[in-house]
């Protein structure tokens, strides 16, 4: 029996499979990815029939930028003519720029500029104030005051500047007494003749204080609408008090919508105070009218009014730009570069020092 138990297992052993070599295993395609999967740092083999190009070099390439000769043929013409325009103006003696250097700074007409100023600034100011009031009131559920101001607005958008001034400086003729008392009742607590009250400084801040404001009430209820209605939604949702709704959600947004059109405003209010003239007030334009109706130096004193008006809207323009970039804070992710910023930044990238170490570092 034990005989029999030997000789089978001895065939068992004979018939069973010899191991692989270790070469072998080594040849296997599966094998070695088995391999490579088992061993993390190792290289991934290459597929089977690939090529192992070398890296091309392009240190020896030249850049050549790109060019735009029609920029350049765009640039010079543009080039030419502003030398024209400024070879014109240097040579031409009927300018008289010399007659212009004197009249410029001359007392009378720092006083013109002064009182066109005074002009701009009050009626700049109760303009817009009046203008929010009547947004607000377009923009209320009641009718009567939706009614108001939409009329208001109307009218005074409706009429010339000039005829408002004229018929507010001839108010006297309509109303000789102007009282403030209880209605449909004989008390009065102040009454004063219309032509006391109405001067000409008074009756030219009357006429483009209102006109300001129906453009100002137009322009600030367009603000506020382009604000997103959800956000107010949101923050109500949360429980934030509607004055901060409006104070610190509504009215930081409406304004980066009301700023560029309300700075128009401004400069066009600027330029309208010339039309006060038609009342005998001695703003800027009118005293440079006064002036050369009497030297007879036409052009020479209407280019002083020109240079003061440009004087007086480039400020406004920097201020414009400098509030308008405060009012983009949640607009853009980075502020834009102030003027004074990009040259420092110019220089500091283009300084000698620079570009000799950007070459030593090549």
């Known amino acids: 029996m034990s005989s029999a138990v030997t000789t089978v297992a001895q065939s068992a052993q004979q018939s069973a499979p010899e191991p692989a070599p270790a070469s072998a295993v080594a040849e296997s395609p599966t094998a070695a990815a088995a391999q490579s999967a088992a061993a993390p740092g190792a290289a991934a083999p290459a597929a089977p029939g690939a090529v192992d190009w070398p890296a091309a070099d392009y240190s020896g390439y030249k850049l050549v930028p790109a060019r735009h000769p029609w920029r350049w043929v765009g640039t010079v013409m543009v080039a030419l003519g502003v030398v024209a325009v400024a070879w014109s103006l240097a040579t031409n003696p009927r300018w008289e720029w010399g007659v212009v250097a004197q009249w410029f700074t001359a007392q009378s007409v720092v006083n013109g500029l002064v009182e066109t100023l005074k002009l701009t600034a009050i009626s700049g100011a109760l303009g817009f104030v009046l203008g929010f009031i009547l947004a607000l009131m377009r923009l209320s559920a009641s009718p009567l005051l939706v009614s108001v101001s939409w009329t208001f607005s109307w009218i005074f958008r409706s009429t010339p500047l000039l005829v408002q001034m004229l018929l507010w400086y001839n108010l006297g003729y309509l109303y000789e007494k102007i009282s403030l008392g209880i209605p449909f009742t004989d008390i009065r607590f102040f009454e004063v003749q219309t032509t006391t009250l109405i001067s000409q400084f008074a009756a030219a801040v009357l006429g483009l204080t209102?006109?300001?404001?129906?453009?100002?009430?137009?322009?600030?209820?367009?603000?506020?609408?382009?604000?997103?209605?959800?956000?107010?939604?949101?923050?109500?949702?949360?429980?934030?008090?509607?004055?901060?709704?409006?104070?610190?959600?509504?009215?930081?947004?409406?304004?980066?919508?009301?700023?560029?059109?309300?700075?128009?405003?401004?400069?066009?209010?600027?330029?309208?105070?010339?039309?006060?003239?038609?009342?005998?007030?001695?703003?800027?334009?009118?005293?440079?009218?006064?002036?050369?109706?009497?030297?007879?130096?036409?052009?020479?004193?209407?280019?002083?009014?020109?240079?003061?008006?440009?004087?007086?809207?480039?400020?406004?323009?920097?201020?414009?730009?400098?509030?308008?970039?405060?009012?983009?804070?949640?607009?853009?992710?980075?502020?834009?570069?102030?003027?004074?910023?990009?040259?420092?930044?110019?220089?500091?990238?283009?300084?000698?020092?620079?570009?000799?170490?950007?070459?030593?570092?090549?």
């Open 210 to 362: 209102l006109n300001q404001a129906a453009y100002s009430a137009e322009i600030i209820r367009g603000g506020i609408l382009s604000v997103d209605q959800g956000q107010l939604e949101a923050a109500a949702a949360l429980g934030i008090p509607a004055w901060r709704r409006s104070t610190r959600i509504v009215l930081p947004q409406a304004m980066r919508a009301i700023l560029p059109t309300a700075f128009n405003e401004i400069i066009g209010l600027v330029k309208g105070t010339s039309i006060v003239y038609v009342l005998a007030y001695s703003e800027l334009f009118y005293t440079v009218q006064v002036i050369y109706n009497r030297t007879q130096q036409v052009l020479p004193l209407l280019l002083v009014a020109t240079l003061w008006y440009v004087a007086i809207t480039s400020v406004l323009s920097v201020f414009q730009y400098y509030i308008e970039r405060h009012y983009s804070k949640g607009a853009v992710r980075n502020l834009p570069l102030t003027p004074l910023q990009k040259a420092r930044k110019f220089f500091a990238t283009h300084a000698p020092v620079n570009l000799d170490r950007a070459k030593e570092g090549r």
